[in-house]
């Protein structure tokens, strides 16, 4: 099978150009294919740009045990509409993904329902090191450093600097640091509000974390992505540590501060929590700067109905998967940022990141994991018209000029226009840990 998409505006690893990319099954067979080129299927992309697919390495699917809130078949639905072709999913279920028999019942479910790429890392407790070190086919290890989350919760200093020590998986870390919140939590009297969040998850919380993170890391010349920054305080915990540590930033901490709990109440409760407006505008300058590499969502949804309950009984997190890309296409259209940026961001960064084998970028040879962009399109994010199965977004009632139109999975349409190809299957994601990381090249 042959696919032809013609006259689009390409974003290239060198810049736009406006060429013919010619796919040839799974892959890229050709960029700036003949225009007599023969093909099964022949697009005309005039006015439109060509991107690789976004590639999301922070997403928590809820399959399985959770499954109310999220399920693998809409999330992948929302990627594909998204713009989303590749993910890689978090260990935070039920049971948790912890061991490698989990691992593989992830890995199952995503071939049978998922309709574009899947990978799942492996998570950290106190006392898995030995599944740490024998896990295959991960991208790499999820610590979280705070968060409350249950075993998965790695705050004894012991247990952590094994993991740094005697692992070689790169690590990926939730950085927030649980005395500080417990201190927090324990020294607030009075009835609580959502906004008290920020106020017991607070910058303090997430610079101490941070700053073990990254110093396990160069003790041990250890791997590490730090997942979610959320404060401009912890760029500077970044900047000397060019080699072996890179970070990211989700949309939530670039679009929302402390000032929207009044609009928006706990829908935007998210680990960590939002901060202020000027670490919103701190993290923009670290991303334009390059001190952070990649964006990603940490697509995390829970129902309206446990969303609405009273806080601390609220739970922390919200859905973007669906939305990321164009979220980002409306700043190019602002002018905020470029086309180029936004692919880097969001597509070859994570793919380098995490060692992906084909992924990341439009060049022959590579998988054609392709979508394709209208900048001009203006539309309205409307929670009844969302994929994801909680079917409501924080961004409801926004209006951004920039949306994804058709993506490929694979060199297989699975999304043109609102209507979803259910056949297509995405494939599991490769990584090649020999390759280096991020800072390879």
Not at 80 to 92: E, I
Not at 159 to 173: G, K, Q, Y
Not at 307 to 318: D, E, F, I, V
Not at 408 to 420: I, K, T
Request: charged share 25%; proline share 4%; hydrophobic share 40%.
């Amino acid at each position: 099978m042959k696919t032809l998409i013609r006259n689009a505006t390409v974003v290239l690893p060198g810049g736009c150009e406006r060429v013919h990319v010619l796919v040839e099954g799974s892959t890229i067979a050709a960029i700036d294919a003949a225009d007599h080129a023969r093909a099964d299927t022949i697009v005309d992309a005039s006015g439109l740009h060509l991107l690789p697919g976004v590639i999301d390495d922070q997403v928590h699917f809820r399959e399985p045990g959770l499954t109310h809130k999220e399920d693998l078949r809409h999330a992948s639905r929302a990627c594909a509409k998204g713009g989303v072709t590749s993910f890689l999913d978090m260990p935070n279920t039920k049971p948790t993904a912890t061991n490698r028999a989990a691992l593989e019942d992830k890995r199952n479910r995503a071939a049978a329902s998922s309709l574009v790429n899947f990978g799942f890392f492996i998570g950290a407790t106190p006392d898995n090191l030995e599944e740490l070190q024998e896990a295959e086919r991960a991208p790499g290890i999820k610590v979280f450093l705070g968060s409350s989350t249950g075993e998965l919760l790695v705050d004894d200093a012991q247990a952590l600097e094994r993991i740094f020590a005697e692992t070689t998986l790169p690590i990926a870390a939730h950085c927030e640091d649980e005395a500080t919140i417990r201190e927090n939590a324990s020294s607030w009297t009075g009835p609580l509000d959502v906004a008290d969040h920020s106020r017991i998850r607070d910058a303090r919380a997430a610079w101490i974390a941070t700053r073990r993170a990254t110093d396990l890391a160069r003790k041990h010349g250890h791997r590490l992505h730090v997942l979610h920054l959320s404060t401009a305080a912890e760029l500077d915990l970044l900047a000397d540590h060019r080699g072996r540590i890179t970070a990211e930033v989700c949309p939530h901490h670039l679009f929302f501060h402390t000032g929207d709990y009044a609009r928006l109440g706990s829908l935007v409760q998210m680990n960590p929590s939002l901060k202020t407006a000027e670490d919103n505008e701190g993290l923009w300058k670290g991303l334009l700067e390059g001190t952070i590499q990649v964006v990603a969502t940490d697509h995390a949804p829970h129902t309206l109905e446990e969303k609405a309950r009273p806080y601390p009984q609220s739970p922390s997190g919200l859905p973007a998967v669906e939305n990321s890309l164009a979220l980002f296409l409306d700043q190019v259209n602002r002018g905020r940022c470029a086309i180029e940026q936004v692919v880097r961001w969001m597509c070859d960064a994570p793919a380098r990141v995490w060692d992906m084998v084909g992924k990341g970028r439009i060049e022959v040879g590579y998988d054609a994991d392709l979508v394709l962009v209208d900048l001009a399109r203006s539309d309205t994010i409307v929670n009844d018209r969302q994929e994801t199965k909680c079917r409501w977004s924080p961004w409801h009632g926004t209006t951004l000029r920039g949306w994804p139109v058709r993506t490929w999975v694979l060199g297989r349409e699975v999304f043109r226009d609102g209507r979803f190809d259910e056949s297509v299957r995405g494939g599991e994601i490769r990584f090649d840990h020999a390759r280096g990381g991020y800072w390879a090249g």
